[in-house]
């Protein structure tokens, strides 16, 4: 990421786009006009002070940005906070002009992260379902958006690429409970669930100026979209065994493990059991590391997390009293 907020300092040179997240205009003591733009990218928030007047048509187009462009040199104000004096100041209106890395924190081992995604392809002995991974994974549309979309919107791995690495670390675990039950479970069943569960993610989400859930996502949700997605590809494959696509499509409708949390079915083979709890484990194991990069304190507990409606230890176990 170039430049977070995170790492200013007083006297930084600032040349960079951030999240507007409001804009306020104010009357100083001497009568004129300044503006505060309250800023923000994935590492924290700044306020932003410009002291020149601004066109009133100009402020109201501002009030509707969500990215702007800003130099500037950073400050501290009265109150020995950071802020940044602003020279110069654009609105970013164009999906294409948004530069993602001044804003969003990115995963930084994609590219292994697909070597890890070919070596656990090769592992797939069932000939119908490697072809199927090959396709689906080898599709540049569909790997460009692995390599660029969170898991989710601010629960975990929400770093441009989370996807991506979700979807391994789920592979991963389910890989290594095979290896302890080699007799009891399909392993090419279990990996294609594993890479393919969370495969509706690459419609549920976008991002352009924030983490946004599509259209698309709201209605059908991505447990769906991955069905159908893989039930689209079954079907231009030709001669895919009906009984495997079934048993697939099982392991992705019912990876959320309950009716309650969104999945149709709940799971009724081991793989699909497997799936849920890899999944899970996954997830939760990063809503620690989160509460931790969010935890500029130092505290032992984490704040309220809502998702899982409760406060994590995050702190040292030396650190128990
Ligand atoms: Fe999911
Ligand atoms: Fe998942």
Do not use: C
């Not at 990063?286 to 998702?307: A, C, H, L, M, T």
Request: negative net charge; proline residues 2%.
């Amino acid at each position: 990421m170039i430049d977070p907020i995170s790492e200013f300092h007083e006297g930084k040179v600032i040349s960079k786009q951030f999240q507007l997240v409001s804009i306020d205009e104010r009357i100083a003591s001497t009568g004129s006009k300044y503006y505060i733009f309250h800023l923000k990218d994935d590492t924290g928030k700044i306020s932003g002070f410009y002291f020149q007047s601004i066109d009133k048509e100009v402020f109201e187009k501002l009030k509707n940005v969500n990215i702007v462009f800003i130099e500037g040199i950073v400050e501290k104000d009265k109150n020995s906070e950071l802020v940044i004096k602003i020279t110069h100041f654009k609105g970013i209106d164009k999906k294409e002009d948004i530069r993602k890395e001044d804003i969003f924190k990115r995963e930084d081992n994609i590219e292994v992260y697909w070597k890890e995604l070919e070596k656990l392809i090769d592992l797939v002995d069932d000939g119908e379902i490697k072809k199927l991974l090959t396709i689906i994974f080898s599709h540049e549309k569909i790997r460009e958006r692995y390599s660029e979309y969170p898991a989710a919107k601010s629960v975990h791995h929400i770093k441009l690429g989370g996807l991506l690495r979700h979807t391994i670390e789920v592979a991963k675990i389910a890989y290594n409970i095979y290896k302890v039950f080699p007799d009891k479970l399909d392993k090419s069943l279990l990996i294609a669930g594993a890479l393919l569960h969370d495969l509706g993610k690459i419609e549920e989400y976008e991002v352009y100026y924030d983490r946004e859930i599509t259209d698309r996502g709201r209605f059908l949700g991505h447990i769906i979209m991955g069905v159908m997605r893989v039930r689209d590809v079954i079907k231009k494959i030709g001669d895919f065994s009906p009984k495997k696509a079934v048993l697939l499509e099982h392991i992705i409708l019912s990876h959320h493990g309950r009716l309650e949390y969104n999945s149709p079915v709940v799971p009724l083979i081991p793989e699909a059991f497997i799936i849920h709890y890899a999944d899970e484990i996954s997830t939760k194991l990063d809503i620690f590391d989160i509460q931790k990069e969010k935890n500029n304190k130092e505290e032992n507990w984490s704040n309220y997390v809502r998702s899982i409606e409760r406060k994590l230890y995050i702190g040292d176990y030396n650190d128990l009293k």
